[in-house]
């Protein structure tokens, strides 16, 4: 069974740093592209950064220079480094892989979700 497990969640003041971490286990094949999606109480799901297989990144216009996305892909985790936070960043934050698991002769693909991670900044 193929799974998602983040870490890095906390309670930060404004202007701090947190790093979350996803790592993916169990019968994985590849893994295409990772992103991070964020959802504050009240608010859609929105998509907060993404990493391709090759590497390559892409940001949500709020994140404005602010965090990082990045991928070890031996270790089949991903990161979102985020600094200079703001109140408006508080939301739980969850990673998600499109990835293809290989299982009983089978290749299949998936979309899976994290559990979430809370991250909480006071002002």
């Known amino acids: 069974q193929v799974q998602l497990v983040e870490s890095g969640g906390g309670l930060v003041q404004t202007g701090g740093s947190l790093r979350l971490s996803c790592a993916a286990s169990?019968?994985?094949?590849?893994?295409?592209?990772m992103a991070w999606y964020r959802q504050a109480p009240g608010k859609q799901r929105e998509l907060v950064a993404t990493?391709?297989?090759?590497?390559?990144?892409n940001y949500a216009d709020f994140v404005e220079g602010r965090f990082t996305i990045s991928r070890d892909t031996a270790k089949n985790t991903v990161y979102l480094q985020m600094s200079s936070l703001k109140p408006e960043d508080t939301a739980v934050y969850y990673c998600?892989?499109?990835?293809?698991?290989?299982?009983?002769?089978?290749?299949?693909?998936?979309?899976?979700w994290g559990q979430g991670s809370q991250v909480t900044v006071s002002s």
């Open positions: 169990g019968s994985i094949f590849s893994i295409n592209a």
């Open positions: 998600n892989a499109d990835l293809t698991e290989y299982s009983g002769g089978t290749w299949y693909g998936r979309s899976l």
């Open positions: 990493i391709t297989s090759g590497g390559y990144t």
